[in-house]
Structures are given as structure tokens and as C-alpha cells.
T-cell receptor
Framework: DQQVKQNSPSLSVQEGRISILNCDYT??????FLWYKKYPAEGPTFLIS?????DKNEDGRFTVFLNKSAKHLSLHIVPSQPGDSAVYFC????????????FGTGTRLTIIP | KAGVTQTPRYLIKTRGQQVTLSCSPI?????VSWYQQTPGQGLQFLFE???????NKGNFPGRFSGRQFSNSRSEMNVSTLELGDSALYLC??????????????FGNGTRLTVT
């Protein structure tokens, strides 16, 4: 039962263009969402998060959008840089209780110079 | 500030053996979580400890166990290893667990191979 889904296993984007990574969830209890980035041989690194009271959160080149009615969130990276090439994981939890993250299976982003 | 430290980085074990993995959290973090990463499965939650108590447990068999010490350091044990236990085991620490304004910070993992 995959409660958090990243349906695109891979994505290639030209350097300087926008990268859009998508994530869907099924559990309506989730109210806090995070994106992590993972390089090979390293642990995931926290990128950006959003709570369900917002529909957008921005941090530099990274913006996360949340559509609660569609149970969908997306991560936008503008402009894309070669160092952004990594696997991106979407994760979800609920703020009051749980204390664990439910992760998607990841999307491998490749930035083409 | 030092990050989350996991030891060892690599382990090769034989079916039926047991293994213990270690995790030192970021100083001041009281929550330690363990996740298993396998190809195609993403990261699967194993368990979470806070102040030496297990607060949450994922859907893994009883062969997987853990503990947390008074200094917040944690260990994970897998007994009677199976081939399917081959995976990257990630430890994460945070102030309060996976909550608002308390993101998980991950170590670089222990790569376990069971032959």
C-alpha cells in the first residue's frame, strides 16, 4: 500500500530550465510534506517542507506547491543546475502524532549541461 | 555541528547471522529513527526512539529491533539474517521526531549485504 507515490522514476532537464517533480498521496491524514535530495553514497538531505495550511512555500530556487483537494504536491527547481542531479524523495507525515515519515520511491533528476 | 554518524559504512554477513548497526545523532537531538532503503521501495520506516523509548514501529518482523541509550545514541539489530535484508539502513535524528520545524537529518547509512 503505497501511500506516497512518485510516478516518474526519472526526469531529464536542460541546465537553466525548470525542473518539476511530482508527488501524489492517498492518506488524507497527512498534513506535513517534505522533499529530500539524495546523492549516491550519502544520506538524504532535507530540502524544503510545507504544511497543509499553505499551498506554496519558497526557498531560493526551490518552491513546493500543495494541492490538497487533488492530494498532489510538486517541487519546482528554477533554474536547474548540474549540482541538482540527484534522487528526490517526497515524504509525508501528520504533525500531531506519528513521528515518522512515509516516503515515495524517488525520482532521479538528471540535469543536462 | 557534527552530523549523524553511522557505523559501519559497509557490512557483509551470511544468512542466519545477526548484525548490529550503530547511530550517533546530532548533539541535542533526542529522536532517532531508522529506515530501510531498497531499490524500488523507497525508504521504509523501521522504528523511532525518543528518550530511550520506542514510540513508533513500522511493519517489519520481530527480527528487527533497536534501542536507544541515555546519550541518545541508538543501535539497530537484525537477527537471523535473510537475503532480502540486504539494503541501505539509514538513521535519522531530529529534535522531536518528524514534526513541523523538526526535519529529520540523515546519516550516510550502513550498506548491508547478506550472502
Amino acid at each position: 500500500d503505497q501511500q506516497v507515490k512518485q510516478n516518474s522514476p526519472s526526469l531529464s532537464v536542460q541546465e537553466g530550465r525548470i525542473s518539476i517533480l511530482n508527488c501524489d498521496y492517498t492518506n488524507s491524514m497527512f498534513d506535513y510534506f517534505l522533499w529530500y535530495k539524495k546523492y549516491p553514497a550519502e544520506g538524504p538531505t532535507f530540502l524544503i517542507s510545507i504544511s497543509s495550511i499553505k499551498d506554496k512555500n519558497e526557498d531560493g530556487r526551490f518552491t513546493v506547491f500543495l494541492n490538497k483537494s487533488a492530494k498532489h504536491l510538486s517541487l519546482h527547481i528554477v533554474p536547474s543546475q548540474p549540482g541538482d542531479s540527484a534522487v528526490y524523495f517526497c515524504a509525508a507525515t501528520w504533525i500531531f502524532g506519528n513521528e515518522k515519515l512515509t516516503f515515495g520511491t524517488g525520482t532521479r533528476l538528471t540535469i543536462i549541461p | 555541528k557534527a552530523g549523524v554518524t553511522q557505523t559501519p559504512r559497509y557490512l557483509i554477513k551470511t544468512r542466519g547471522q545477526q548484525v548490529t548497526l550503530s547511530c550517533s545523532p546530532i548533539s541535542g537531538h533526542r529522536s532517532v529513527s531508522w529506515y530501510q532503503q531498497t531499490p524500488g521501495q523507497g525508504l521504509q520506516f523501521l522504528f523511532e526512539y525518543f528518550s530511550e523509548t520506542q514510540r513508533n514501529k513500522g511493519n517489519f518482523p520481530g527480527r528487527f529491533s533497536g534501542r536507544q541509550f541515555s546519550n541518545s545514541r541508538s543501535e539497530m539489530n537484525v537477527s537471523t539474517l535473510e537475503l532480502g535484508d540486504s539494503a541501505l539502513y539509514l538513521c535519522a535524528s531530529s529534535l522531536e521526531g518528524a514534526k513541523l520545524n523538526s526535519p529529520l537529518h540523515f546519516g550516510n547509512g550502513t550498506r548491508l549485504t547478506v550472502t
